[in-house]
């Protein structure tokens, strides 16, 4: 078992990107979002979804159509040199034909279409199931940096004792680390998680303040931590507690602030008049 999870693990750090948080981490951000959507949102959100389906019911949706539309595939994430300060739409999100642009791009596209009260339900599903996944994408560091391929070249050993599942240590990626690992350590359930911001982080979250930018605001933002992040792996390539426990307050803030943020594009795209909107 523990060498096929390793090859799997190969075969995702042979592209760019694994599956941004993984599946609690999407979900994370959706319920923190769902909790927030005003009445309109709520009523949208419903007659798009339709009737009891959640928008963490949804979050990792795109995950599974990548895998069938390969178009998509360079939607969910943004190829920003480290040197480089700021995102540039010429040289990071060049569209591909077999393979898409990029999440900058795919989000603004997506929010447009959410947004468009006129547009056919099942164009609109299909749009707000790509939002609700990428906006959470977004705020995952390593989805919004070139080098090292988003940090799957960065091999590491997590040794992290607090929430065991399975052998320890064992040998991964720092991209999958901070796709699932990291949050996998902390809770048992995804939903304890989102328990544990509510009553903590959430509490304090200048929620307005958070929600103020443009997506590539919010893209220049994860960009600076994930040169961080990937300037940070110990010579020695372990991960233990010490590092988890250091870097969970990060973790906290990126999911916290994505829920918050597509709580507030949902609310905005709900309004009557709204249209293709970025915040401002």
């Known amino acids: 078992m ?38 309109a949102a709520a009523v949208g959100v419903e007659s798009i979804l339709g009737p009891g389906t959640s928008l963490a019911s949804i979050g990792s949706w795109a995950d599974d159509e990548r895998a069938r539309d390969r178009r998509t595939t360079r939607w969910h994430f943004v190829e920003i040199p480290s040197a480089a300060a700021a995102y540039d739409a010429t040289r990071d999100c060049t569209p591909d034909p077999a393979l898409g ?32 996944h990428l906006i959470g994408g977004l705020h995952q560091p390593l989805h919004t940096i070139k080098d090292e391929r988003g940090g799957n070249g960065i091999d590491v050993t997590i040794t992290t004792l607090e929430r065991v599942n399975g052998d320890l240590p064992f040998n991964t990626n720092l991209h999958s680390t901070w796709d699932a690992a990291l949050i996998d350590k902390t809770g048992w359930s995804w939903d304890s998680y989102v328990e544990r911001l509510e009553t903590g982080w959430l509490r304090t979250a200048d929620a307005t303040a958070i929600s103020v930018g443009t997506t590539t605001d919010w893209a220049n933002e994860s960009h600076r ?6 300037a940070s792996v110990p010579n020695n390539i372990v991960l233990d507690d010490a590092y988890r426990n250091e870097n969970l307050p990060l973790i906290d803030h990126q999911l916290g602030t994505a829920g918050l943020r597509l709580a507030e594009l949902l609310n905005r795209a709900s309004r009557p008049a709204a249209a293709y909107l970025v915040i401002e």
């Open 2 to 39: 523990r060498t096929l999870v390793l090859t799997a693990l190969g075969v995702l750090a042979a592209t760019h990107t694994a599956f941004a948080w993984g599946t609690s981490g999407h979900s994370i951000v959706a319920e923190i979002a769902q909790h927030r959507l005003n009445d």
């Open 225 to 230: 931590i994930a040169v961080t992040l990937i």
């Open 101 to 132: 642009d990029c999440i900058i791009a795919a989000i603004d596209r997506e929010l447009a279409l959410v947004s468009c009260a006129t547009a056919p339900t099942e164009q609109r599903q299909r749009a707000l199931k790509f939002l609700v």
